[in-house]
T-cell receptor, first 111, second 116 residues
Framework: DAKTTQPNSMESNEEEPVHLPCNHS???????IHWYRQLPSQGPEYVIH???SNVNNRMASLAIAEDRKSSTLILHRATLRDAAVYYC????????????FGQGTELSVKP | GAVVSQHPSWVICKSGTSVKIECRSL??????MFWYRQFPKQSLMLMAT?????????EQGVEKDKFLINHASLTLSTLTVTSAHPEDSSFYIC????????????FGQGTRLTVV
């Protein structure tokens, strides 16, 4: 399974943008980059995913490096409700599309 | 996003008994479902992958006779923890996705199992 590397924790201030980095130097051509987040005692929540091009949705933006070896999840204006563990995951469609979770980044948001 | 519902949200059972957890996709057909477990302060660990109508594929180290998975329809998968012991106490989470490459997976809210 392809691996991702994320910082263990990050802090941000409310209403400021947050850039969560993820390194995935061993990514293969069939790997999609997925981001999920998890609040305590809840199941993970889908945030965004992409393959090669940058992606935007109502929750966040995903910036993918040209060589695809890294990506950044961008929360444009952090709120207290964005405090969670954020997981960057590579999903290989050739392996049934299973998601293998790493340790993720624990994001705290200060008022 | 799509809705995946787990039931029950929490369960307490006696050691030696079996517990069944249900996972339903409410508004889409889930061709593939995944089961995870999560211990406190740890990440999710994939236990098995099931495709509708097929036997589940278990990850290395997961006992298939202890964790029985059934995926009999496109909207329902069940995980049965047989002969539960206190060390099986954990947070169990299911995930479901539809057919087609690039489709995202959606997660249930999780089931907290406590074996006493």
């Amino acid at each position: 399974d392809a691996k991702t590397t994320q910082p263990n924790s990050m802090e941000s201030n409310e209403e400021e943008p947050v850039h969560l980095p993820c390194n995935h130097s061993t990514i293969s051509g069939t790997d999609y980059i997925h981001w999920y987040r998890q609040l305590p005692s809840q199941g993970p929540e889908y945030v965004i995913h992409g393959l090669t091009s940058n992606v935007n949705n109502r929750m966040a933006s995903l910036a993918i490096a040209e060589d695809r070896k890294s990506s950044t999840l961008i929360l444009h204006r952090a709120t207290l409700r964005d405090a969670a563990v954020y997981y960057c995951i590579l999903r290989d469609e050739n392996q049934g599309g299973k998601l293998i979770f790493g340790q993720g980044t624990e994001l705290s948001v200060k008022p | 996003g799509a809705v995946v519902s787990q039931h029950p949200s929490w369960v307490i059972c006696k050691s030696g008994t079996s517990v069944k957890i249900e996972c339903r996709s409410l508004d889409f057909q889930a061709t593939t479902m995944f089961w995870y477990r999560q211990f406190p302060k740890q990440s999710l660990m994939l236990m098995a992958t099931s495709n509708e109508g097929s036997k589940a594929t278990y990850e290395q180290g997961v006992e298939k006779d202890k964790f029985l998975i059934n995926h009999a329809s496109l909207t329902l998968s069940t995980l049965t923890v047989t002969s539960a012991h206190p060390e099986d106490s954990s947070f169990y989470i299911c995930s479901a996705r539809g057919a087609g490459g690039g489709t995202e997976a959606f997660f249930g809210q999780g089931t907290r199992l406590t074996v006493v």
